[in-house]
């Protein structure tokens, strides 16, 4: 912490950070916690402050472009996004109701994908072939989001699966864990068509699919792939060059964004840069006495 800052700026930093974590326990159903090493907040100040704004999800930007302008939302799509509910993980200004809680309580993953059934909530279930709802294992300490399906995914019904998801599995085995092992999901069930970005009233239909994954799993990181899934995850519009390279914290959870396979195939200078973020998940991991179940490499 820096001691030059402004007293009560700190004690509000650390009232919004204990606030936040407590949320969180509550939402995770945890009246109790075992002594031992949690995740520590990382940031300056400025970091900080900006983590604490209000989570309004971000428009998605083109996953091919990485650090291009998010694409405006269609007007009609906004009252759609405005009017669903918050998201209880991700906006640290939520009220917490007990009986809400216990309404929308943690559920196993079964139970989540059951509640999501066939689902029609949007319009993407009219071009969809399949629901993509994600892979991996129910405690993984190790979360990787991204943003909508491709086109294999929606054939296949699993996330990251074409050559992007080639190389992310690359990625996670390099850092000793493996796809089994970890979890993967995206921040739409559905591919929309023509790749298109996912819209607001889309993004609000799902994200509290993904909340509630979220709250199942109860990851101790969470490394978002790519500028439109750190967008909506973080809730800020920022290129993915000014938010990759650090932790952030979002209601308790550390948010590692960094650069989407696919950008990397097209680019793969960038591949340093990323290995670099995800030597700092290893590192945090290690340092919460979380163990890969093999060694990382390099």
């Not at 993980?89 to 216990?102: G, I, K, R, S």
């Not at 298109?196 to 969470?222: G, H, M, S, V, Y």
């Not at 680019?267 to 990382?296: C, F, H, M, Y």
Request: glycine share 8%.
């Amino acid at each position: 912490m820096d001691s030059t800052g402004d007293p009560a700026d700190e004690l509000r930093d650390l009232t919004r950070q204990l606030r936040a974590q407590i949320r969180r326990h509550l939402v995770l159903g945890a009246w109790a916690a075992p002594g031992g090493a949690t995740a520590a907040y990382a940031g300056d100040a400025a970091a900080a402050a900006d983590d604490a704004a209000p989570a309004a999800s971000a428009p998605a930007a083109s996953a091919n472009v990485e650090d291009a302008a998010a694409a405006p939302a269609a007007s009609a799509n906004v009252e759609d996004a405005a009017a669903s509910p918050p998201s209880l993980l991700f906006d640290d200004a939520a009220p917490v109701d007990p009986e809400q809680l216990v309404s929308l309580g943690r559920r196993t993953l079964a139970q989540i994908r059951e509640e999501l059934g066939d689902c029609k909530r949007c319009k993407l279930h009219s071009t969809r072939r399949s629901i993509v709802f994600g892979v991996g294992a129910e405690d993984a300490p190790l979360m990787f989001i991204g943003e909508a399906p491709g086109e294999q995914e929606d054939k296949r019904g699993e996330p990251f699966v074409g050559p992007a998801g080639e190389l992310l599995d690359k990625m996670i085995e390099a850092m000793g864990w493996t796809r089994q092992t970890v979890f993967i999901a995206n921040t739409t069930k559905c591919r929309p068509p023509g790749n298109r970005n996912p819209q607001p009233d889309e993004l609000a239909q799902c994200t509290p699919f993904l909340d509630a994954q979220i709250r199942a799993i109860a990851p101790r990181i969470i490394v978002t792939l790519g500028r439109p899934a750190a967008n909506h995850v973080l809730g800020k519009d920022a290129p993915i060059s000014a938010l990759r390279g650090r932790f952030h914290d979002r209601a308790g959870v550390r948010v590692m964004p960094t650069f989407h396979p696919a950008y990397l195939l097209r680019d793969p200078d960038k591949k340093k840069e990323t290995w670099s973020d995800l030597k700092q998940v290893i590192a945090e991991l290690e340092r919460l006495g979380i163990t890969p179940p093999n060694p990382p490499r390099g």
